[in-house]
């Protein structure tokens, strides 16, 4: 059987290079960027969630081996500020391992629904103790009973097995007051480079970058090519 891309459909009877969307809501100029990355962030973020979006804060990240080989994931963004960007997962996961030998990340917050996304490239180094005793205290019982009854990554027989940690788990803490793993916690990104990418006609898109050698280097704006 030939083969050719443009035969490929969605499942509703198109195909899949007719699949088109024009870019019309807005536009980035140099101005409204601003020189504060950090700023532009938090404005577009407050954005999304007004708009309505589900969890405007879902990033994808990526990480990658020592040899190059990438892996990505949705993880969500808890915390934020000058210091960089925090998530918090197993360390014991796929990820967890990644990191501890390449700590070095990107992630990508995809706001279709506004025709924007922004990309943030950096360096990840792991939150201390205390950040994430105090955001574990914060989740729900059922996802604080979760971090001990899954370990994350690894291959398990069935979702019974899962379920059946959960509920011994829950039995071992029937007060709710369940500690913190000690292999579960918090990771900082500590961004190198911001992109902002705004959807316009023609696939004429903005893109203005902010990027810096170190993170105490001041950061410096460039439009890049669509």
């Keep these: 059987m030939n ?6 459909t969605g ?4 195909s899949l290079a007719d699949w088109r969307q024009e870019y019309t809501q807005g536009g980035l ?3 409204q960027a601003g020189d504060d990355p950090w700023a532009l962030f938090q404005r577009w973020l407050d954005e999304a969630a007004a708009a ?9 990240l990526a990480t990658a081996t ?4 990438p892996s990505a994931r949705m993880v969500l963004l808890k915390q934020f500020d000058g210091r960089g960007l925090t998530f918090f997962t197993s360390y014991q996961s796929r990820k967890a391992r990644e990191l501890a030998v390449n700590p070095y990340a990107a992630v990508v917050f995809p706001w279709h629904a506004l025709e924007r996304q922004v990309r943030i490239e950096g360096m990840v180094e792991k939150t ?14 059922g996802s604080r009973l979760g971090a001990w009854a899954s370990e994350q990554s690894a291959v398990i027989p069935n979702r019974q097995y899962l379920e059946r940690q959960h509920e011994q788990w829950l039995a071992r803490y029937p007060d709710g007051n369940v500690p913190r793993p ?23 898109h903005d893109r203005i970058q902010f990027s810096r050698s170190t993170p105490q280097s001041a950061w410096q704006r460039c439009r890049l090519a669509p």
């Design 66 to 69: 020592p040899e190059g080989k």
């Design 3 to 8: 083969w050719h891309p443009a035969n490929v």
């Design 52 to 60: 309505g979006l589900p969890e405007p804060n879902a990033m994808i």
């Design 182 to 204: 000690p292999h579960w916690g918090g990771y900082r990104l500590i961004p190198l480079v911001f992109e902002f990418w705004q959807g316009r006609p023609n696939r004429l």
């Design 29 to 31: 100029s140099e101005e």
């Design 128 to 141: 201390s103790a205390e950040e994430s005793d105090e955001y574990f205290r914060t989740r729900p019982l």
């Design 11 to 14: 499942g509703i009877g198109r």
